[in-house]
């Protein structure tokens, strides 16, 4: 128990006369510091995820109230726009609205400061956390993003109603000091097999952004739907979009709605990877183009369940004039460095015929500025080393990848697919490279999966999830959590931090956010849900 003091500490000046001014204008105006008695707090044992790589308790909670506000050093900057972000959340959550920046004229005695810093890594942030102010530290913006979702995670759901004559979010007291262990974290939505519109996406980099993930992979098309209008080659989505698995009718984003996409990703320090992917899996373009194939004949659409039997024609010209056209219209809508070329069981194509087109279709995406990525499979075709290969099979083509220089993006389907069933009873999912039960989806190491991947080579890890049984968000939710969090925690903290045993109680109190999210989450035996008693009820219950 202690009392919060009215004297400011000297965090430097810049603090001090922040909080001076406000406390001034707050007597001014007559009201009192409320003296508050906090209880004692353990900031170590809050259940953040991805566990921070270190975290110091300290001798002074933080009263979150009516008399808090955020500041940032200028008025409008990237800093200010994390510090709303954070204030917008706080809204939603707690329903209180701590001001950004306020007036002179509010009554404010406690400060969470974002602090540009500089000397730190892109995403590294600190915290340090006192009775009577936050500081947040970071070099960039996106820094201090990442440490925003530490607090949104330590701040409680329900406020102390009995501290003061009015509620009290009590923040524990201490410091954390963080930064990711890789610099990509990401899942990959198949929107292609069926199609999820907007709406659906901006609610899972919603939960992705709480869990400091920061790739989001689409993957726009594929030989049962072409899913992103382009507007030189229009029956792409005309004719294309207008199937998915099962048949029913499909659905593709604008041009509009991918900007809309693009834009509420970054605003959460989210990147989106589109992928096109070619020479396999194109059934759905050769249907509105049929020129593509080369084969001559006009096929069916397709909404079945099959891989491998689609193939472009890879030595016509005008192949590549309309690979070039899409490669530059989605370039053009997407900031991020990366642009995915699938590559994957080409299994219709030629082994030559494949090599040359890869080999050709890979400066077509440097030449719009982009990193190309493609499947593992990309790793047997002789490249530069400013490639990414993305791991999914154990078969050997990592081990090409490696030898060529290129970064490897880990994604094994035997620990990483999100579409794996939990097991041989789920509900959704394929099982074609393993169960996986929600403990197997996180006790595997990203940078000791195979011997052939040396760590330097890692870019990181990457959850995806395919659609082809999965047709509504709830059935999403269910294969994507809680697995996911565990994805994001193999991303971000170092291994010899992470242990399932400690992980899985700190999953447990993920449930008061999987509700208030709504998000239908698969509650599997072997995590013990503290709250299944109140939970479960309200999972069986729902009535989506
Ligand atoms: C393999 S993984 C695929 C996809 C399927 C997935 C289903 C990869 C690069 N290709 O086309 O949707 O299996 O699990």
Redesign the pocket.
Known sequence: MRMLSRKISNFSTFLLVILALGFLLGCSEGPKLPQLVLPETDLAATALIPKPVQVVNGPDAFPLDRYTAIFTETERDAFTGVGEFLSGEIRKTQKITIPVNPDSGKDVFRGIYLRQTPGMEQEQYNLQISSDSILLRATTAEGAFRGVQTLRQLLPETSNDTLAEYPVWVIPGGSIQDKPAFEYRGSML?VA?HFFDIEDVKKYLDVMAYYKMNYLHLHLT?DQGWRIEITSWPKLTQIGGQTEVGGEAGGYYTQEDYKELVAFAGDRYITIVPEV?MPG?TNAASVSYPFLNGNGKTPKPYTGMR?GFSTLDTRKDTVYQFIEDVVREISALSPGPYFHI?G??SHATQKADYEYFIKRVVPIVRKYGKIPIG?DEVGTVSLDADVVA?I??DKGNEVHAVEQGMKILM?P?KKA?L??SYDSISKFG?H??AYIPVDSAYTWSPETYSDKIPRAAILGVEA?L???TISTIAELEYLAFPRLLGIAELGWTPSGERSWEDYKLRLIRQTPYFKRLDIQFYPSQRVPWMEADSLLPWYNNRTK
């Open positions: 198949d097999r594929d992917d899996h891989v699938g994957d069981e499947w993305q999914w099979q994604s389907a697919y579409d794996m394929l074609w490279a995806p395919w659609s082809e």
